[in-house]
Every structure is written in structure tokens, then in C-alpha cells.
């Protein structure tokens, strides 16, 4: 299968999908009917065996519940990874206020984490109406998070699929401070993945470091409204998540932050690298 096919199929159900603009009619939401949440998608390809993904089981990394592409597959040969990057508007209103999200933002992070899992699925069709194998991890009975797990294998914040780090295995970008992956439409917007059996050409990574395209500016630290992000030991997920947490109690049935991702040098693309490159290769312990 040509990555092309995969590509536009996947672009057009992002376009069309009913969820991607704001509705009429939805209460609290009616000033911003008509709103788009989603730019165009970014894809990347990745071969099922790529050393990368065995390297996901070491303790350094994510950890050794996290499954394999085979393990989900066992006729695993490749691996989609796209990123739906949140429109201009989304993430300039989530800077207008630093203290809380903005409703254009906790609109993205519920309804449009329903645009991406519905991405997963139709992938998962269209390979399968092509005559492959296909899974989408997030969406298998198998996925767990370290919250839904009792097992003491699994690291705090980790769970046994890493999008972000799919995301880095395919090409699709690298490790900010944030921990959020920086692509070339920024770090801003959701991640979705789909293991298949369908032998795809892989996409050619630009870059050889896990922070290659973080500058270490310091500016999503200083955004984050409960400190939980500095330069020196880079993201602090005890301290972020009780404050997402709280978020999905004051705005329930939404959620969100993203703070460390808006009104910052990668918001909207790869920043200026003249300041640090991290020749690294070793891939740091994801969250979800």
C-alpha cells in the first residue's frame, strides 16, 4: 500500500467529520458555532520492527508493559501514527486567560479526542476493506493506563501504547520539555495510531536525537499554572495531573490544560534550534 492512499483517506474523514467544527445549538458554545478544531493531519510510517519500539520495554523509557506492534499484531508490518493539530483559533484562545483552559480548548480535548479515536476506527476499516490485517491500540479491549491497572510493572503516568512515542518512531516529530511531541505543525493537538499488516514504506526520521527539535527555552514552564515544568528536570507529572484532574471537576464532562503548548516558540511548528540539540537516543517515560 502506497502511503499516499493512507493519506488522503485519512484527510478527508478528518474534514468531514461532523465533530470537527462546533455544532449549532450546543449550550455554552453558541458564539463559537461554526468553529473548525482540527488543521489538516500529519502522517507518519514506521516498520512494525523497528529496533525503536522493542527499546519502548526498558524501565528508561516507557516500560516493559508496553506492547510491542507484534503483540498487539502478530502480522504486524507497519505502523500509522497522525497528528490532528488544533486550528490557529483553538490555541489562541487558551492564552488569553494562563490560569484556566479556554472553552475553545476544553472543546478540543473532549469532542476532539472523539475526532481522533473515530480517525482510529475508520483507519482501522479502511485497511481491513483493502484486504490487511489492522488495529488500533487505544481502542483495544487490551490497552491499559497505569490508572486502570493494578499491575506493578507499569510505570506511574505510562500505559502499554505510547502515542507520543509511536509518533516519534514514525517521524512525526520529537520530545519537548513538556513532554509533548514537537511536529512540524507544532506540538498543539492529539495524537491516534493504528498497528496493520499492510507492508507500507517507511517515513525517513529528520532527526537523530529525542529533544532534536526543543530549544530548552523555558517558556512552557513558565506558562504551566501549577509549576509542575522546569528546565532542569523537565515535566513533573505529580504535580500536572491533579491539576487536569481538578479541571475535569470544575468543567465537567470536559478536561484540559494545555497551557505548556500554546503562546510558546512550538506552538505552530519547529522552533529556532540554534540554542540545543540533544543527540540522544533513548526515549523518555510518556504519560497518558
Known amino acids: 500500500m502506497e502511503q499516499y492512499q493512507v493519506m488522503e483517506s485519512v484527510q478527508r474523514f478528518v474534514e468531514q467529520h461532523p465533530q470537527n467544527t462546533i455544532p449549532q445549538g450546543l449550550p455554552d458554545y453558541e458564539d463559537l458555532a461554526g468553529m473548525v478544531v482540527y488543521q489538516p493531519p500529519l502522517l507518519g510510517f514506521a516498520s512494525a520492527e523497528d529496533p525503536l519500539f522493542i527499546r519502548l520495554k526498558e524501565w528508561e523509557a516507557v516500560g516493559p508493559q508496553h ?3 507484534e503483540e498487539w499484531l502478530p502480522a504486524a508490518k507497519s505502523v500509522i501514527s497522525f497528528f490532528l493539530p488544533f486550528t490557529r483559533k483553538i490555541k489562541e484562545s487558551n492564552y488569553q486567560d494562563m490560569k484556566i483552559p479556554s472553552r475553545e480548548w476544553l472543546y478540543g480535548r473532549l469532542e476532539g479526542q472523539t475526532v481522533v479515536d473515530d480517525t482510529c476506527q475508520f483507519l482501522v476499516d479502511f485497511l481491513r476493506g483493502q484486504g490487511f490485517e489492522a488495529v488500533a491500540p487505544s481502542l483495544d479491549a487490551r490497552f491499559r493506563s497505569k490508572k486502570e491497572s493494578q499491575d506493578p510493572q507499569f510505570h506511574s503516568f505510562a500505559s ?37 499488516s499492510a507492508p507500507i514504506e517507511p517515513t525517513q526520521r529528520a532527526y537523530a536525537g529525542l529533544y532534536d527539535y526543543c530549544t530548552m527555552c523555558g517558556k512552557c514552564g513558565e506558562n504551566c499554572p501549577v509549576n509542575a515544568i522546569t528546565v532542569q528536570g523537565g515535566k513533573d507529572h505529580r504535580t500536572c495531573s491533579p491539576y487536569v484532574d481538578l479541571t475535569s471537576q470544575l468543567y465537567a464532562p470536559r478536561l484540559g490544560c494545555g497551557k505548556c503548548q500554546v503562546n510558546v516558540p512550538c506552538q505552530d511548528g519547529i522552533p529556532n534550534l540554534e540554542f540545543h540539540q540533544d543527540s540522544g537516543d533513548m526515549v523518555p517515560l510518556s504519560d497518558v
Open 160 to 196: 502499554n501504547w505510547s502515542e507520543r512515542h509511536a509518533a516519534y518512531i514514525c517521524g512525526l516529530g520529537t520530545f519537548g520539555l513538556s513532554k509533548g511531541l514537537i511536529t512540524k505543525k507544532g506540538i498543539a493537538g492529539r495524537f491516534g495510531s493504528v498497528i496493520t
Open 67 to 69: 506492547m510491542t506492534p
